[in-house]
């Protein structure tokens, strides 16, 4: 007959085997596992009362105990290895993708024809080795007007209708004060373009808008000439239009000296299409440059009136109405 702990062992091996079969989740199972293996679980305590056998019968015993416990482990293992293979099929079966189905269409998207004219003209400038930078749409008036060489009783403020906000600030009229931001915290050589957008209180009519993009470039360094600044436009316009007549005409800017407008001959008649000139001494002096040491040339272009020619498109406000009538065609 079996004794009276031998049937405990029994009755708790058949108790545990049960109810880890039964179990379906894996946080059960481990409570189940910490109940009956445990240190304080239920056959560390039915294997407390060894103490008081006979010691010709503990060996027997002690066998039996190994027995309950390899099987208890077993049936938590086998239960755990089922649990967590359902676990993972029924995942699956969550995510399975019927791949016979067809997809969900989504158009794809086009790059705008003012973005594909920014990324056409930088890739551009850097090439010829220019770097890019950046700077804040709304500026103080200094670095948008007096750092420019355009103090407040200057004639030339009269030609930029600016937008001037509560606080003394404006939007930026152009990408220049990028280039006076850009030479304070560095030293020359310098060779950077700023694209970016500007606000001017314009009329908005076929060729003006608000809300424009502005592409500029400057370059700084020890003995440039006019000449320089000549043939980088030239390189740039032959690289962006191809191979057009280009010629300078005199004309004025208060952040440089001398100053030319640059034309292009364009289906049969010439085109202003950029301004340029050698920086003004005013403005070197205003970063801290030595204009006896340091000379430089900047030039500036609008992005809508060369995406206009090279697109051919007779209104700017086409670039801001959203019709995907006109932009699907880039």
């Known amino acids: 007959m079996l004794s009276d702990l031998e049937q405990q062992l029994a009755d708790l091996k058949q108790a545990a085997v049960e109810a880890i079969a039964a179990c379906e989740d894996l946080q059960k199972l481990e409570e189940l596992r910490i109940a ?33 416990k390899s099987a208890i482990s077993t049936a938590l293992d086998d239960t755990k290895s089922a649990l967590q293979h359902a676990q993972i099929q029924a995942k699956l079966e969550a995510e399975t993708l019927d791949v016979t189905m067809p997809g969900v269409y989504r158009p794809q998207g086009r790059t705008h024809p003012l973005n594909s004219t920014f990324d056409r003209a930088i890739d551009i400038f850097v090439g010829l080795g220019y770097t890019v930078a950046a700077g804040p749409e709304m500026e103080t008036d200094y670095y948008n007007f007096e750092a420019l060489n355009t103090p407040p009783d200057h004639p030339a403020r009269d030609m930029q209708d600016t937008f001037y906000l509560p606080d003394g600030n404006l939007l930026r009229t152009h990408t220049s004060s990028v280039q006076i931001r850009y030479m304070e915290k560095n030293d020359p050589p310098i060779r950077i373009v700023a694209p970016g957008r500007c606000y001017r209180r314009d009329t908005v009519d076929a060729t003006h808008a608000a809300v424009f993009h502005q592409m500029e470039l400057l370059a700084v360094d020890e003995g440039l000439t006019f000449t320089d600044l000549k043939g980088t436009v030239k390189e740039f316009l032959t690289q962006m239009f191809g191979e057009v007549d280009i010629r300078f005409r005199a004309s004025y800017f208060p952040f440089t000296e001398p100053s030319a407008e640059v034309d ?51 209104d700017i406000r086409r670039f801001y109405s959203s019709d995907l009538r006109f932009l699907r065609q880039f």
């Open 36 to 68: 009956y293996l445990g240190k304080k679980g239920q056959l560390p305590k039915v294997l407390g009362g060894m103490g008081k056998l006979d010691p010709s019968d503990r060996p027997r015993i002690g066998a039996v105990a190994n027995e309950v």
């Open 264 to 314: 292009v001959q364009w289906n049969g008649k010439w085109l202003e299409v950029l301004g340029c000139g050698m920086v003004d001494p005013n403005v070197l002096k205003a970063v801290g440059y030595d204009p006896e040491v340091y000379t430089g040339f900047a030039a500036g272009f609008g992005i809508e009136r060369f995406a206009m020619v090279l697109h051919q498109i007779d």
